[in-house]
């Protein structure tokens, strides 16, 4: 029979192929391009990772220099752009300030002339270059000062770290910021990234691919339940009120921020690593109480969520990273954003190398074809 069935949220549903990334969530393991991500983040830098990601092969030491010289000149923003961040109000939310100037690119940079190889390898260029510099821009405007320009002489993240701050930051905390970057930079068919993908299948321009994907990462359900983590923890306040908080919030049938995955039964390989570095930071700068919570709620979780094959997710303890790192929550989301950018072009180029343009059906359960009715006679 030719009967639809629907299914919810795609569960399940290929939609592309794809040679980006590969995930295992029985067994809890992550490959981008063929690599594991324990190995990269041990042995890659994000740039590195960013640069295999898109392109689909390790730099070599040429080709890896170039790319990081190249980001590092188109790092500064148009001074049209900062103008633009300066009207915005400055309690908005970081994610939308992002969405807008990632947006504001396509004014400046699109000729839609995706069938060029240097526009694509430029656009790839600009938007990671320039998103970590939105992101400090606009923190530094909304306390009322002036943004600050990027430095030569610092790394990708070192200089997103000391636009953000102002201040040169210790180089392992540098470092650890590096690593969480290439763990979230790609993750399959995610909702952003399937975002991206419907958005480049139109044949747009990539600034507006990005604008859509960082819109669709925004949400609670998504990369917005970092900041949404942290929240939930200081509600918590103690390790001893971890379990009365799990059973009201599953009396209540709430979600528990950071836990749970569509693709990973087991626990997130991303977060065992990020739990990690969380403990290299606080033996180098001090302990954060709220990681006592943290995993405190993780042990009693175990037994109450873990037969459903719920854990904790990439979000669980990002957090208590970047905390940690002195970044305000509500720039959590914004992060992942800059490391994801990545992932987001990756698709983008395979998109456009094999396109149809995204068009699914629905199954209509609306009214049956009826006759008009006069606005008099309507009750
Ligand atoms: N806490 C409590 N119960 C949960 C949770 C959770 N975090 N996640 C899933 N469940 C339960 C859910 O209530 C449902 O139970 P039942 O079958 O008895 O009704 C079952 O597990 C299946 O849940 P679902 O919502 O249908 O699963 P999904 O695959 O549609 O959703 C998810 C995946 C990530 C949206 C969901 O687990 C969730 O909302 N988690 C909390 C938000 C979060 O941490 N999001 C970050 C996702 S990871 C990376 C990222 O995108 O940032």
Same mark, same amino acid.
């Given at each position: 029979?030719?009967k639809l069935i629907l ?116 656009? =790839?260029?600009?938007?990671? *270059?320039? #998103?970590?510099?939105?992101? %400090?821009?606009?923190?530094? /405007? !909304?306390? @009322?000062? &002036? ?118 039964? =087991?626990?997130?390989?991303? *977060?065992? #690593?990020?739990?990690?570095? %969380?403990?290299?930071?606080? /033996? !180098?700068? @001090?302990? &954060? ?72 059906s629905q199954i209509y359960t ?14």
């Open positions: 029979s030719n299914k919810p949220g795609l569960e399940g549903v290929p939609v592309t192929n794809s040679s980006i990334c590969d995930i295992d969530g029985n067994k809890g393991k992550l490959l981008y391009r063929g690599y594991s991500i324990e190995e990269l983040s041990q042995k890659s830098s994000f740039l590195e990772t960013a640069y295999l990601l898109i392109w689909g092969e390790l730099p070599t030491a040429i080709q890896l220099r170039d790319f990081e010289q190249e980001v590092q000149m188109h790092r500064r923003l148009s001074f049209r752009v900062r103008d633009m961040m300066k009207c915005f109000p400055a309690t908005g939310h970081p994610m939308d300030a992002l969405q807008s100037s990632a947006a504001s690119l396509g004014l400046f940079y699109s000729r839609r002339a995706i069938d060029d190889p240097n526009y694509i390898y430029n656009a =790839v260029i600009r938007l990671i *270059a320039k #998103i970590p510099t939105m992101i %400090a821009a606009f923190q530094l /405007i !909304r306390k @009322g000062q &002036d943004p600050i320009q990027p430095r030569d002489d610092l790394t990708y993240s070192s200089n997103f770290l000391y636009m953000l701050t102002e201040k040169e930051q210790d180089p392992i905390a540098a470092k650890v910021f590096d690593r969480c970057l290439i763990l979230h930079a790609e993750h399959s068919l995610n909702a952003s990234t399937f975002s991206a993908r419907v958005t480049a299948s139109t044949l747009t321009d990539p600034y507006a691919v990005i604008a859509s994907a960082v819109g669709t990462l925004a949400g609670p359900l998504h990369g917005g339940a970092n900041e949404d983590v942290i929240a939930m923890l200081e509600e918590i306040k103690t390790p001893e009120n971890a379990a009365s908080f799990l059973d009201n919030a599953i009396k209540n049938k709430s979600k528990i921020m950071g836990f749970g995955h569509r693709e990973y039964k =087991v626990k997130d390989p991303r *977060a065992i #690593i990020l739990q990690k570095l %969380a403990e290299e930071l606080f /033996i !180098r700068f @001090g302990a &954060d109480e709220m990681y006592e919570v943290a995993k405190s709620l993780e042990a009693e979780a175990i037994p109450r969520l873990g037969p459903k094959g719920i854990f904790p997710n990439v979000d669980f303890y990002s957090g208590l990273v970047y905390r940690k790192l002195g970044i305000p929550r509500d720039l959590f989301t914004p992060i992942f954003a800059i490391s994801r950018v990545a992932g987001w072009l990756a698709h983008w180029r395979e998109q456009l190398g094999a396109n149809r343009i995204f068009r699914p609306g009214s049956a074809p009826r006759d008009w009715i006069s606005l008099e006679n309507r009750k």
